[in-house]
């Protein structure tokens, strides 16, 4: 079709499903990086700009945390460009991320990328960072565009609600969880077996820890010689969450043991199924947090794999951000999954 021959109006803005196909041409105007679109593609949301069923325009943003999005990509077209159909795609996206409750978008793009730096501003975004030498470390072939060697990375957002919405907020502090009648405590030595056991159960439950079921080959003085290391240590702690006597989650905070990482927190975390989806999870994250702080301890990490929206859903209610996406990390069930590497700054 000729790029004349259609009315602004015709112009169709669409959300995909998930088994829709967005075209991988169109993603590399935007990104030559195939390699990170494979990454990113699955865990967006797409939108696309259709004229008589042709895509010409598309729109994928990450949701990084609860309330903040990411645009990933977002390309029109060459034959259609400056026609306003990005605007149209634009907008309406950011009428559904505000719908989804989102309080921050971002986008990041390159100091000689004139055009997208007007558009992004254009339609409320503000600069609010930038990455010095992004581009020259991390691309090996020189990238020109208007004349301009392109070296920095500019990362703009535009924001909803309050000016703080910029800076995490802990669900949690404002909004105290149902009182349970479980406990959670920390972990001591005589706690051993029955750690052990309830792991092991785990690992029987789910495909979503690391382990296969028979893989977990710690004995009991080696889980007693982790539980005294980190009783005495400033940066390890392991908390359990208990129902009438029996052990049935646990939390494993693995601090850094080096000078340059120990500010720096990995976690394991994991509760029985049949008690699962019923806030003990956040409870344990609470109790962890309040005491990395504590602490003063910085950083917070953890991996997830990309099919567990539970865990997804829980690490970003409490202000994890999606950082990476490790693909195909692991193989599940003999089916490759996704690794998705998230982490909260305290
Ligand atoms: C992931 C896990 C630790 C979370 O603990 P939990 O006690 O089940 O979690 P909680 O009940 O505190 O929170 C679950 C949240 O996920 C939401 N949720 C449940 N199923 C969901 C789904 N399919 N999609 C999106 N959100 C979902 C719940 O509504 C709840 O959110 P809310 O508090 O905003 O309502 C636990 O389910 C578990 O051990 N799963 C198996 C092992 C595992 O995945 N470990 C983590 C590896 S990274």
């Known amino acids: 079709m000729e790029s004349s021959n259609y009315s602004y109006d015709s112009v169709l803005i669409r959300a995909q499903s998930n088994h829709e196909c967005i075209p991988i041409a169109l993603l590399m105007l935007a990104d030559p990086d195939i390699e990170a679109i494979q990454r990113y593609k699955t865990y967006c949301r797409w939108w696309t700009?259709?004229?008589?069923?042709?895509?010409?325009?598309?729109?994928?943003?990450?949701?990084?945390?609860?309330?903040?999005?990411?645009?990933?990509?977002?390309?029109?077209?060459?034959?259609?460009?400056?026609?306003?159909?990005?605007?149209?795609?634009?907008?309406?996206?950011?009428?559904?991320?505000?719908?989804?409750?989102?309080?921050?978008?971002?986008?990041?793009?390159?100091?000689?990328?004139?055009?997208?730096?007007?558009?992004?501003?254009?339609?409320?975004?503000?600069?609010?960072?930038?990455?010095?030498?992004?581009?020259?470390?991390?691309?090996?072939?020189?990238?020109?565009?208007?004349?301009?060697?392109?070296?920095?990375?500019?990362?703009?957002?535009?924001?909803?609600?309050?000016?703080?919405?910029?800076?995490?907020?802990?669900?949690?502090?404002?909004?105290?969880?149902l009182a349970m009648v479980v406990s959670v405590r920390i972990a001591q030595i005589r706690d051993s077996g029955a750690l052990i056991r309830m792991k092991q159960k785990l690992d029987e439950q789910t495909t979503f820890m690391l382990l296969e079921p028979g893989e977990r080959n710690l004995n009991e003085a080696e889980q007693r010689d982790m539980i005294r290391y980190a009783l005495r240590s400033a940066n390890s702690n392991i908390f359990l969450a208990e129902h009438e006597g029996q052990i049935i989650g646990y939390l494993e905070a693995i601090g850094g043991k080096v000078a340059r990482n120990r500010h720096s927190v990995y976690i394991v975390v994991g509760v029985l199924q049949e008690y699962a989806n019923r806030g003990i999870g956040r409870r344990l994250f609470q109790t962890m947090i309040h005491w990395a702080q504590d602490r003063h301890l910085h950083r917070l990490e953890l991996n997830v794999q990309g099919n567990n929206e539970r865990a997804l859903h829980l690490y970003r209610s409490l202000g994890f951000r999606i950082e990476g996406i490790q693909k195909n990390a692991l193989v599940v069930e003999h089916r490759y999954v996704d690794l998705i590497q998230m982490g909260l700054l305290l």
């Open 49 to 177: 700009a259709e004229i008589t069923n042709h895509v010409v325009g598309v729109c994928g943003v990450l949701q990084r945390t609860a309330q903040e999005w990411e645009i990933m990509n977002i390309a029109v077209e060459d034959s259609y460009e400056g026609q306003g159909i990005g605007s149209k795609l634009l907008d309406e996206v950011l009428q559904q991320l505000k719908q989804y409750k989102a309080k921050v978008v971002t986008v990041a793009t390159g100091n000689s990328s004139l055009g997208a730096l007007a558009f992004y501003q254009k339609h409320g975004f503000r600069i609010v960072r930038i990455e010095h030498d992004h581009f020259t470390t991390h691309y090996e072939q020189p990238i020109i565009e208007n004349g301009i060697i392109c070296r920095d990375q500019i990362i703009l957002q535009k924001s909803w609600g309050d000016s703080n919405s910029l800076s995490y907020q802990y669900p949690y502090s404002k909004e105290p969880y």
